[in-house]
T-cell receptor, first 114, second 113 residues
Framework: NAGVTQTPKFRILKIGQSMTLQCTQDMNHNYMYWYRQDPGMGLKLIYYSVGAGITDKGEVPNGYNVSRSTTEDFPLRLELAAPSQTSVYFC?????????????FGPGTRLTVL | GDSVTQMEGPVTLSEEAFLTINCTYTATGYPSLFWYVQYPGEGLQLLLKATKADDKGSNKGFEATYRKETTSFHLEKGSVQVSDSAVYFCALITQGGSEKLVFGKGTKLTVNP
C-alpha cells in the first residue's frame, strides 16, 4: 500500500493564480481531511469528507474548495491565491471503524504564494 | 470549544536524558487522545493513543497516561535518542462522530549527542 499520496511536493504561485492540490489514498478509507500547518500554530482543519459525495467545512475553509467524487481522491482547490495561503498542506484519511480513529497523513505540499 | 494546550518549545536535551512534554485539554465528554510525531520533512504519524480514562498509550519507549481528573496526557520517555528529534503534537477527537482532530501547536524536540 502506498498509503496517502500528495502532489505536488512544492509549488510557488503568484497572487491571483489557481491550483489544485491532489490527494489519493489506497486504504479504502471513508474519511478524508485537509489540514494546513503554519509555523508554531499546529494544524488547522480546512475541509473534510465522510464519504464519496459528502464534504463539509472545517475550521479555516475560506479561499478553498473540495470535491469527493471517489473514495480514493480528495482534491483541494485554491482559487485566487493569496499570500495568507502560504503554508504546508497535509491530506489525511481514516476509517474509524477499524483504524481506532487513527488518521494517516500524506507527506505534505509546501505552497508559497508571492 | 475543544482545545489542546501543550508546552511551548523548543526543547533541547542531551542523549539519554528524560523527556516530558506537557499536554492538557478542554473538551466535552470523553475524548480520545493522541500524540503524533513529525520528523523533519515528513508528514505526521501516530505515536500513541488512549481512548479512555487511565489508559496508558505506549510506543517506541514513549508513554502517556490519560488523566481525566487533571485533563492531561503528558508525553514521557526515559532516555531520548538523537533519532527522537522531531516535532510532537498532542491532539484529541471528541465524541459525537465528527472524527475531527484538534491539535496543539506542537513542541519541537532536539536531542544532541
Amino acid at each position: 500500500n502506498a498509503g496517502v499520496t500528495q502532489t505536488p511536493k512544492f509549488r510557488i504561485l503568484k497572487i491571483g493564480q489557481s491550483m489544485t492540490l491532489q490527494c489519493t489514498q489506497d486504504m479504502n478509507h471513508n474519511y478524508m481531511y485537509w489540514y494546513r500547518q503554519d509555523p508554531g500554530m499546529g494544524l488547522k482543519l480546512i475541509y473534510y469528507s465522510v464519504g464519496a459525495g459528502i464534504t463539509d467545512k472545517g475550521e479555516v475553509p475560506n479561499g478553498y474548495n473540495v470535491s469527493r467524487s471517489t473514495t480514493e481522491d480528495f482534491p483541494l482547490r485554491l482559487e485566487l491565491a493569496a499570500p495568507s495561503q502560504t503554508s504546508v498542506y497535509f491530506c489525511a484519511s481514516s476509517y474509524p471503524g477499524t483504524s481506532g480513529r487513527e488518521q494517516f497523513f500524506g507527506p505534505g505540499t509546501r505552497l508559497t504564494v508571492l | 470549544g475543544d482545545s489542546v494546550t501543550q508546552m511551548e518549545g523548543p526543547v533541547t536535551l542531551s542523549e539519554e536524558a528524560f523527556l516530558t512534554i506537557n499536554c492538557t485539554y478542554t473538551a466535552t465528554g470523553y475524548p480520545s487522545l493522541f500524540w503524533y510525531v513529525q520528523y523533519p520533512g515528513e508528514g505526521l504519524q501516530l505515536l500513541l493513543k488512549a481512548t479512555k480514562a487511565d489508559d496508558k498509550g505506549s510506543n517506541k519507549g514513549f508513554e502517556a497516561t490519560y488523566r481525566k481528573e487533571t485533563t492531561s496526557f503528558h508525553l514521557e520517555k526515559g532516555s531520548v535518542q538523537v533519532s527522537d528529534s522531531a516535532v510532537y503534537f498532542c491532539a484529541l477527537i471528541t465524541q459525537g462522530g465528527s472524527e475531527k482532530l484538534v491539535f496543539g501547536k506542537g513542541t519541537k524536540l532536539t536531542v544532541n549527542p
